[in-house]
């Protein structure tokens, strides 16, 4: 597939500090009390969705991450995501890969490759989530990849919420990676049980953490 951006370059680089920065800027970095899609309870929820609404931000930011890609896996073929999260920044983070940009969605509850969509015998393949907190979706999606034909080498999201512990079983980069607590609902701190809780996350409405 040949790509007709312009080449990334070193400059596209952005620190981890940029990338919070540009979370914050889309007022897309909230505190309070959350129940995020896993079940857990933060004090920082991450709502991709309102950097996913500005194409400027997205880019930059999908541009950064595909440069650290490539960098770590060197060429990729196919650039697969989750639905329903990961399918903008895997098709933006694809298209300076000038990679094909696919996803997998929930049919009965398992992730599945659908709508026609193959990965042919060979291509290089990259799983591209916009978050990952205890990495289970991550897991699920690379779980339907391993299904079909192709070579997965690793991972690839925007910010990893679980300082980096949360295991998937292949490598992965990702553009910040932060220590946000995460607690059960009947271990919570006092500080936080004081907060009332709100669910924002993508199974019971727009943006996931």
Same mark, same amino acid.
């Given at each position: 597939?040949?790509?007709?951006?312009?080449?990334?370059?070193?400059?596209?680089?952005?620190?981890?500090?940029?990338?919070?920065?540009?979370?914050?800027?889309?007022?897309?970095?909230?505190e309070?009390?959350?129940?995020?899609?896993?079940?857990?309870?933060?004090?920082?929820?991450?709502?991709?969705?309102?950097?996913?609404?500005?194409?400027?931000?997205?880019?930059?930011?999908?541009?950064?991450?595909?440069?650290?890609?490539?960098?770590?896996?060197?060429?990729?073929?196919?650039?697969?995501? *989750? /639905?329903?999260?990961?399918?903008?920044?895997?098709? $933006?983070? =694809? #298209?300076?890969?000038?990679? !094909?940009?696919?996803?997998?969605?929930?049919?009965?509850?398992?992730?599945?490759?659908?709508?026609g969509?193959?990965?042919?015998?060979g291509?290089?393949?990259?799983?591209?989530?916009?978050?990952?907190?205890?990495?289970?979706?991550?897991?699920?999606?690379?779980?339907?990849?391993?299904?079909?034909?192709?070579?997965?080498?690793?991972?690839?999201c925007?910010?990893?919420?679980?300082?980096?512990?949360?295991?998937?079983?292949?490598?992965?980069?990702?553009?910040?990676?932060?220590?946000? *607590? /995460?607690?059960?609902?009947?271990?919570?701190?006092? $500080?936080? =049980? #004081?907060?009332?809780?709100? !669910?924002?996350?993508?199974?019971?409405?727009?943006?996931?953490?």
């Amino acid at each position: 597939m040949v790509c007709y951006l312009k080449p990334m370059a070193e400059s596209d680089a952005l620190t981890e500090a940029q990338v919070l920065d540009e979370f914050r800027a889309a007022g897309a970095l909230l505190e309070g009390h959350f129940i995020l899609s896993s079940g857990l309870r933060s004090p920082i929820f991450l709502q991709k969705m309102f950097v996913f609404q500005d194409p400027a931000r997205t880019e930059r930011l999908c541009r950064a991450l595909a440069q650290k890609a490539q960098a770590a896996f060197g060429k990729i073929d196919v650039v697969v995501s *989750p /639905a329903l999260g990961g399918i903008v920044p895997g098709y $933006e983070t =694809a #298209r300076w890969l000038g990679a !094909k940009a696919i996803f997998v969605e929930r049919v009965d509850g398992v992730f599945q490759l659908r709508r026609g969509f193959t990965i042919e015998p060979g291509a290089r393949v990259l799983m591209v989530e916009d978050i990952i907190t205890t990495g289970l979706s991550s897991r699920e999606c690379l779980e339907a990849i391993k299904a079909h034909p192709g070579m997965l080498v690793g991972a690839a999201c925007l910010i990893d919420r679980s300082g980096g512990k949360a295991e998937i079983g292949v490598p992965r980069v990702a553009l910040a990676t932060l220590d946000i *607590p /995460a607690y059960p609902a009947d271990a919570l701190p006092p $500080e936080l =049980a #004081r907060i009332p809780p709100v !669910k924002p996350g993508s199974r019971l409405g727009v943006g996931a953490a």
